[in-house]
Each structure stands twice: as C-alpha cells, then as structure tokens.
C-alpha cells in the first residue's frame, strides 16, 4: 500500500509558477509508475501526467510544454513542476502510483490546492 502526502500548492498569478511534491511511503516505490491528477470544483478528476519507473512521461494535451513531472527515487518523491500557469490550472492536484495503464491503485491523499488568479 502506497501512502501519498502532496504538498507545493498555494495562490499565484498567471503566467507564475509553482513546483509541488508528493512524498509516497513504501520500499518498493521504486517500481511505481506515479501520476498527477486533478480536479477542479464541479469537474471529475482527471489525469495531468504520468512518469513510469524508468522515468519516460507523458502529459495531457492542456499541460504539454508547461508542466514538468519528475521523480526522485531517493527520497521517493515525485514532483510537478508547473510553469506558466493560466486561471484553467486552478485545481486540487492529487498524486498516486498508477499501474501500466495508467489506472490509479494507491489511497488518494489529501491533494494540494493550486489557484491562479490575478
């Protein structure tokens, strides 16, 4: 079982940046793929990008180009960098460990609410 604690939200304007972390227990982090979700008010959470034990990542179309996700194996810490961030990124951003499909199996944390607005 994989405990996941996200931290790295807050309030920033557009156009800012802000960098979050998740910090997942367990010794076998190592072979988790992992993934950031989100989830605005009213909407279903949905995927942002996911990074495999090998490091290869992917991003939904909405992020490419502007959201970086990358792990620390070390420190079993997988983090999003987020940059040039729009009103539309606003959101309570959730991590957890996905298998080969990309389908979540973990206990969603508590999640970090990202805001963008002026």
């Known amino acids: 079982q994989v405990q996941l604690v996200e931290s790295g939200g807050g309030l920033v304007q557009p156009g800012g940046s802000l960098r979050l972390s998740c910090a997942a227990s367990?010794?076998?982090?190592?072979?988790?793929?992992m993934a950031w979700y989100r989830q605005a008010p009213g909407k279903q959470r949905e995927l942002v990008a996911v990074?495999?034990?090998?490091?290869?990542?992917n991003y939904a179309d909405s992020v490419k180009g502007r959201f970086t996700i990358s792990r620390d194996n070390a420190k079993n810490t997988v983090y999003l960098q987020m940059n040039s961030l729009k009103p539309e990124d606003t959101a309570v951003y959730y991590c957890?460990?996905?298998?080969?499909?990309?389908?979540?199996?973990?206990?969603w944390g508590q999640g970090t609410q990202v805001t963008v607005s002026s």
């Open positions: 957890n460990g996905v298998d080969g499909l990309a389908r979540p199996f973990g206990n």
């Open positions: 367990g010794s076998i982090f190592k072979i988790y793929d």
């Open positions: 990074i495999t034990n090998g490091g290869s990542t």
